[in-house]
């Protein structure tokens, strides 16, 4: 019997593993192959592997790639049978990031992850990345801030529950320094970036509006600070995330049935195609 800590580097290693087939396409090009040689019944099928393999790899994955670029339903297109959405949820304050983000956990049955209550609950904490995230809170420095962050998110997205289960995130990244160290140095990164688009005029409205508004995170202070925050960087991220395949864009001016729908759609009508753009 293993050990709990050689059980969660199994798990690590599968979902690392899991990653690779699912950013290649590897379970749906062997599915395809699988399916053509059932019904053709080749008289040599070592032969007929060999000649056909690469032909169903580049027309699968090509063709995913043009549906990808064009919003199109592809017709043979399923995701892997224990596929596990790892979603992060981007967009400014009074977004509807929270909002949504629970519902998408309920839907897909996933873990709901909020990067800040993972940072107050790290706070409490007696262990070595507790005194980096209070030492870099300590001497105010944004990049240590960020560099704490990061350790305290990949320690979460590696626990059994999460690899299991797949999971939403939000509250990070927050720019695109943190978006490029998740999607190209995370063992586990995000198969989706649902941005969550919301004029400020409107997002502004939200937030002023809510009944918790005088609470230490929902002061107007912290609000413009976060508006300020959000729009430095929308612009760097925006042009990063446009890169890539798994971004889907989303208008969150309307109420939140509209926005789930549109959103629940796109996911499911879009081919999973990870990494950036040609």
């Known amino acids: 019997m293993f050990s709990p800590i050689n059980k969660l580097a199994i798990a690590e290693y599968s979902a690392e593993l899991m990653v690779y087939f699912e950013k290649h396409k590897i379970i749906e090009i062997v599915t395809r192959l699988m399916s053509e040689i059932g019904l053709i019944r080749p008289t040599n099928p070592q032969h007929w592997i060999a000649t056909n393999i690469r032909r169903i790899a580049d027309e699968f994955y090509h063709k995913c790639l043009k549906a990808s670029y064009t919003g ?27 909002t949504q ?19 107050y609950a790290t706070f409490f904490r007696n262990d070595n990345l507790t005194q980096m995230l209070h030492r870099a809170f300590a001497d105010d420095v944004a990049k240590d801030k960020s560099a704490a962050l990061c350790k305290i998110i990949q320690q979460r997205l590696i626990q059994m529950d999460a690899l299991r289960q797949g999971w939403v995130l939000i509250n990070y990244p927050r720019n695109v320094e943190e978006f490029t160290e998740m999607f190209e140095k995370f063992k586990i990164p995000p198969n989706k970036v649902v941005y969550l688009q919301c004029p400020e005029l409107i997002a502004m409205r939200r937030l002023v509006s809510r009944p918790d508004l005088g609470c230490p995170q929902n002061t107007c202070e912290y609000i413009e600070q976060e ?52």
């Open 72 to 98: 199109s339903k592809i017709d043979y297109y399923q995701l892997p049978r224990h596929f596990h959405h790892r979603i992060v949820v981007f967009g400014r304050s009074g977004s509807g990031r929270k």
């Open 101 to 119: 983000a629970i519902a998408m956990a309920k839907h897909f049955n996933l873990i709901y992850i909020d990067a800040e209550q993972l940072i």
């Open 227 to 278: 508006m300020t925050y959000f729009t430095r960087n929308e612009l760097a991220v925006n042009e990063y995330l446009a890169r890539r395949h798994e971004t889907i864009y989303v208008d969150s001016t309307p109420c939140f049935e509209a926005v789930r729908t549109n959103l629940w759609t796109q996911m499911e009508r879009l081919p999973y195609v990870m990494g950036y753009k040609a």
